[in-house]
């Protein structure tokens, strides 16, 4: 095992001049950033119903649309959470870094035809499992 290497593993101090005084031309985290590209990140997914009462969900979504689409598939598959049944009129609105995105039902439905259309493999499989907003 090299210094470098036992530096890291201690959690020493003396790590930030280690890697600074290293002779790669690369950090040794170098690689990790290319699997970054397409993380899921947690959101905060919120309907109202039509009695006034807001239900709320957290999720690891890709997108604005993926988290009411996942929305959508827990609140199809689950009755016994009381979920809301989403349709073309409801609105989601997605809170994720202190943002707020506004999904519409109708725009939603056309995002999952789209995307059922494009995708393909494996992960293109599994996206058409899921259920289609009505």
Request: aromatic residues 10%; contains cysteine.
């Amino acid at each position: 095992m090299t210094n470098i290497a036992q530096l890291l593993l201690s959690g020493s101090p003396a790590v930030a001049t280690a890697l600074a005084a290293c002779p790669c031309q690369y950090s040794p985290f170098h690689r990790l950033i290319g699997y970054t590209d397409f993380v899921a990140k947690w959101v905060t997914v919120t309907v109202t119903d039509g009695q006034g009462r807001r239900h709320s969900l957290d999720l690891l979504a890709e997108s604005s649309y993926d988290a009411a689409h996942l929305f959508f598939c827990e609140a199809h598959a689950d009755k016994t959470r009381m979920l809301p049944l989403p349709d073309r009129r409801t609105i989601f609105e997605v809170v994720t870094n202190g943002r707020v995105y506004t999904v519409r039902g109708e725009r939603l439905r056309a995002w999952i035809e789209e995307r059922r259309s494009k995708s393909s493999g494996p992960r293109g499989y599994l996206f058409k499992q899921r259920p289609v907003l009505e």
